[in-house]
């Protein structure tokens, strides 16, 4: 799915009090998409790491480098970090070659639950996420008569948080619902049966399998963008989701052609560092949008923007170098 920002410009110039985003905010996007660093580059071009070192010597170019440099970090031990970058990093190699060498130097999984409790303050990320979408869910629902009876995930991985979130929402184990293709990543559906849910399997670039208006809540978190049949997708959420009800995206805020390399090189680190999937450096495909431009998508497809934000792992609020974003829309109900 493309998007012309030049007739989002011309629609949304008519309509003074436009209810999302003002006129000015198009026109910066405009603005930034036209003028962009870099080309963007696939991951099998094995250059995505190369092409933003090469232009880190202009004063955009630099941020765009220091938000690799923190992702970097989050792999590699900080023992090694400075003599990661001197003796590898700013020599010309290629991407795959970077990728080994940042697996003789990646972090641990630390197996000291208890130490791991103390220093983050919270058990683990799925109840930090949890928390917080079940916060703006009851803000939004507070006065309201609509009540959420049934919640789907779709996309669930590994359904830890489709779990933590479903206790919060105090839904019965029958009301909470998990739907993933059968296996990808390290997500297989052997991992899942030993969740008491429901785990429904769906095929890619099929109808989901499901009634209409079954469900008052679904979360699509980081799926999104590896949909390949993205308007199938949107209108199979707006036929099962029951008017009034919610959809909790999580997705890259991604604009520029540096933000979809960068966000490239996280799924890389995670595929070829953690996991050793090598052949997806030449397999994977991902189609990204800002926070902008997905709520334009859902607005054709019927859905109200309701209220966003970063996600952080943190109360000082700090933004991942792949600008995740948390949005949740709204099906209206019929009038």
């Known amino acids: 799915m493309e998007i012309n920002t030049r007739d989002i410009i011309k629609i949304h110039s008519k309509i003074n009090n436009w209810k999302y985003f003002p006129l000015c905010k198009w026109e910066e996007y405009e603005f930034i998409r036209s003028n962009s660093i870099c080309l963007y580059y696939p991951t099998k071009s094995n250059k995505q790491i190369k092409t933003i070192i090469r232009y880190s010597r202009t004063k955009r170019g630099m941020k765009i480098y220091h938000r690799l440099l923190a992702l970097l970090a989050k792999h590699v031990k900080v023992d090694h970090y400075t003599t990661f970058l001197q003796s590898f990093l700013y020599k010309n190699k290629s991407d795959l070659d970077i990728y080994n060498y940042i697996r003789l130097y990646k972090h641990k999984t630390n197996p000291d639950k208890k130490r791991k409790k103390k220093i983050l303050g919270c058990k683990d990320r799925n109840i930090l996420h949890g ?5 703006h869910l009851t803000k939004l629902l507070k006065g309201s008569t609509f009540k959420i009876k049934s919640y789907l995930d779709i996309g669930c991985g590994d359904c830890k948080l489709t779990v933590k979130l479903g206790k919060l929402l105090r839904l019965p184990i029958s009301k909470i619902h998990g739907a993933d293709i059968k296996e990808w ?15 429904t399997l769906f095929e890619k ?9 079954l469900f008052s809540l679904i979360s699509v978190l980081m799926v999104l963008h590896h949909v390949e049949n ?3 997708m949107l209108t199979e959420i707006y036929r099962i989701l029951e008017p009034g009800g919610y959809v909790l995206v999580r997705e890259h805020d991604a604009l520029t052609n540096a933000d979809y390399i960068l966000c490239d090189i996280e799924h890389m680190l995670y595929e070829v560092v953690k996991y050793n999937h090598d052949d997806a450096i030449n397999t994977y495909t991902a189609k990204y949008y800002g926070l902008m431009e997905w709520t334009y998508i859902f607005e054709k497809y019927g859905f109200k923007y309701e209220r966003s934000g970063y996600q952080s792992n943190s109360i000082y609020h700090e933004i991942a170098p792949t600008k995740g974003v948390w949005i949740i829309y709204q099906k209206p109900l019929k009038l």
Do not use: A, C, V
């Open 185 to 199: 990543s390290e997500y297989t559906q052997e991992r899942r049966k030993s969740l008491p849910i429901n785990i």
């Open 131 to 135: 928390q917080e979408y079940y916060y």
């Open 230 to 232: 993205l308007s199938l």
């Open 205 to 213: 670039g099929k109808p989901l399998p499901f009634k209409s208006q």
